[in-house]
């Protein structure tokens, strides 16, 4: 009925009460009555979307994120991020997360962990691989094999205490 394929990976609503539908052909918008969907450049499937509270929708798809936004004819459109990623950090793979945070909006894929705040990209790389990273009392968290479980604390990731009993953790 939505002229998608049938995999869906996230959903988030705007302040109109549109729908957003993270699919592996993109993203679906769904407005009370149609169904559209709105392509990222490379055709990637989209896995993580997040509403900022600003009225802005971010999403993360495969080797790419950013948000939607309005074009010149009033359509919503991709808006991607990738221009202020350093060019040796832009094959990252796919951003299963997509996050809010108090201070800035994070994409996380296996290879890093992305902060967008102030028109800025910031890049962490884990020793391996990241998983699993969520936001909990306005903090980032994040695990890592080697590691286990830590927390963003302003430019550093630090080791949670007893963190390290997630270090057997595979996603």
Do not use: C
């Amino acid at each position: 009925e939505y002229g998608a394929l049938e995999q869906n990976w996230a959903i988030a609503q705007d302040d109109r009460g549109v729908v957003y539908v993270g699919n592996n052909a993109g993203v679906l918008e769904y407005d009370g009555v149609a169904w559209r969907v709105i392509a990222v450049p490379n055709k990637s499937v989209v896995r993580s979307l997040v509403n900022d509270g600003h009225g802005r929708i971010y999403l993360g798809a495969v080797n790419d994120f950013g948000y939607l936004a309005p074009g010149a004819d009033g359509a919503t459109r991709f808006v991607s991020l990738l221009e202020h990623v350093p060019p040796g950090n832009r094959a990252f793979g796919d951003v299963w997360r997509t996050l809010l945070a108090p201070d800035a909006i994070y994409f996380q894929s296996q290879q890093y962990l992305f902060r967008w705040a102030n028109g800025r990209i910031q890049v962490w790389q884990p020793k391996t691989r990241f998983y699993r990273a969520g936001v909990a009392g306005g903090s980032v968290y994040v695990g890592q094999p080697e590691t286990g479980l830590m927390r963003l604390a302003g430019d550093r990731l630090i080791e949670v205490p007893g963190g390290r009993q997630f270090t057997k953790e595979t996603r």
